[in-house]
């Protein structure tokens, strides 16, 4: 198993751009989430998914979008990125327990917005 | 809102010393998750505590889960140089069932 995957690894961004930070899991696990880590701020839940067709905003949703069409794939959309943006971003998943179980971390992606 | 606080920030520990870690939430919390994230790294989860005052070890850390549900606490004895790294403490309110919140994170340099 890859576990959670998540591209691209880095990425730069000029003010204004769009992107899609993908995100995927084979483990089978309905729950999925999106954390942004700032230095000093821990991780803070973006957006959360306890399976397909079903997403909840977290603490920081403004200036993202997600959505779940399949049980794998959980991509988070930038629509128009801005400097306070600039950020490392994981992907998480679990089982169905959502937060109740182990929560497994993708690599992350290291976004940097001009 | 639910707020989960983490002291101290920053821990700075000679190898072979001991030292505790805190977690502290504004309220009651269902359970409370534990992770390590070494430098360059993904946070990788360490273990849970669901119970009110259950204490679990690993090795040798100690994890401890308030009476109130409300604190936690991991201590490390013996410190080595591989402890280095940021343990967060995660957990969730019973009403935000989806929202698991972290605390900003111990980050522990280790001296040889």
């Known amino acids: 198993n890859a576990g959670v995957t998540q591209t691209p690894k880095f990425q730069v961004l000029k003010t204004g751009q769009s992107m899609t930070l993908q995100c995927a899991q084979d483990m089978n696990h309905e729950y999925m989430s999106w954390y942004r880590q700032d230095p000093g701020m821990g991780l803070r839940l973006i957006h959360y998914s306890v399976g397909a067709g079903i997403t909840d905003q977290g603490e920081v949703p403004n200036g993202y979008n997600v959505s779940r069409s399949t049980t794998e794939d959980f991509p988070l959309r930038l629509l128009s990125a801005a400097p306070s943006q600039t950020s490392v971003y994981f992907c998480?998943?679990?089982?169905?327990?959502?937060?109740?179980?182990?929560?497994?971390f993708g690599p992350g992606t290291r976004l940097t917005v001009l | 809102g639910q707020q989960v606080m983490q002291i101290p920030q920053y821990q700075h520990v000679q190898e072979g010393e001991d030292f505790t870690t805190y977690c502290n939430s504004s309220?009651?919390?269902?359970?409370i998750q534990w992770y390590k994230q070494r430098p360059g790294g993904h946070p990788v989860f360490l273990i849970q505590?669901?119970?009110?005052?259950e204490v679990k070890k690993q090795k040798r850390l100690t994890f401890q889960f308030g009476e109130a549900k409300k604190n936690s606490s991991l201590h490390i004895t013996a410190t080595q140089t591989t402890d280095v790294g940021t343990y967060f403490c995660?957990?969730?309110?019973?009403?935000?069932?989806?929202?698991?919140?972290f605390g900003a994170g111990t980050q522990v340099v280790v001296t040889p």
């Open positions: 995660a957990g969730f309110e019973t009403d935000s069932w989806g929202k698991l919140q």
């Open positions: 505590l669901v119970k009110s005052g």
């Open positions: 998480a998943s679990s089982s169905v327990a959502g937060p109740r179980d182990t929560q497994y």
């Open positions: 309220t009651t919390l269902s359970n």
